[in-house]
Each structure stands twice: as structure tokens, then as C-alpha cells.
């Protein structure tokens, strides 16, 4: 988990993927948590990327470096919208967020954490190295 920590520290936008009815759906995200050892990150409960979640767990993200190495991370999703704890330690990582969100009892404000994560760096010129 550490050197996936460290590709996106210098790599902080990566694209997440998730199926819609069989078409499959990318879209930004920038933050990312490590909290109570597992791999958070937050979107909001009206947007479309939940109820595609919800629907089916499996996801993927991927970032690019400028020296075109990568990073492919799948898991399944598990929603933590109780985790008080998770919810506040958001705004500590990010505290722009507050702005967003208001307060952890924001309804609208949901966290998750991917299970059975695994990870792969890979390049364009170098073999794939498979972290977890």
C-alpha cells in the first residue's frame, strides 16, 4: 500500500471506473484516505457514481505519471456511511471538502472504502510489477 500511497501523492488525480447498465463510465476523482487501515474515498449520495456502486461494487481507478508509468487499483466497494471516525478524518486529509459537505452529518456525504483492493504499477516500456 505504501508505494500506491506514494505514486499518488505525486499523482493525486486518478479516473475511476464503474459499470452503468453495461456501459462502462470513467470520471475524475482526487481524493483518496488511508483510515483504520483500508483505502477510503467520498463522492455524494445523489450522484449517479453511487447508485452505480450500489448496483455493482466492482470498480477500477487508474492515474497516470508524466514518465508514463501507471497505476491500476481494483477492489469491490463497501459503503461506510455510519463511519463518524471516517467521515471527520475527510476533512483533516482535505479540508476544502468542508466546504463542499458543511460537516460529517451531512447527509449527502459518502464514504467507502474498497475491499480485496489490488494494485498493479505498469509502463509503457516496463513489465508490470504487482504491489497487492
Not at 483505502?39 to 505519471?65: D, G, I
Amino acid at each position: 500500500m505504501e508505494e500506491l500511497l506514494k505514486f499518488l501523492e505525486k499523482n493525486p488525480v486518478f479516473y475511476l471506473a464503474t459499470d452503468d447498465e453495461g456501459q462502462p463510465r470513467v470520471r475524475p476523482f482526487g481524493f483518496h484516505m488511508v483510515f483504520d487501515g483500508k483505502f477510503y474515498m467520498v463522492t455524494a449520495l445523489p450522484k449517479k457514481v453511487c447508485k452505480q456502486m450500489e448496483k455493482n461494487p466492482r470498480v477500477e481507478f487508474c492515474t497516470m505519471a508524466p514518465d508514463t508509468k501507471f497505476v491500476r487499483v481494483n477492489g469491490e466497494v463497501v459503503f461506510d456511511n455510519d463511519n463518524m471516525l471516517a467521515k471527520e478524518n475527510v476533512f483533516k486529509v482535505m479540508p476544502d471538502l468542508l466546504k463542499m459537505y458543511g460537516s460529517a452529518e451531512n447527509p449527502a456525504m459518502s464514504v467507502f472504502y474498497l475491499k480485496d483492493m489490488h494494485a498493479t504499477i505498469a509502463s509503457l516500456t516496463e513489465p508490470e510489477t504487482v504491489l497487492f
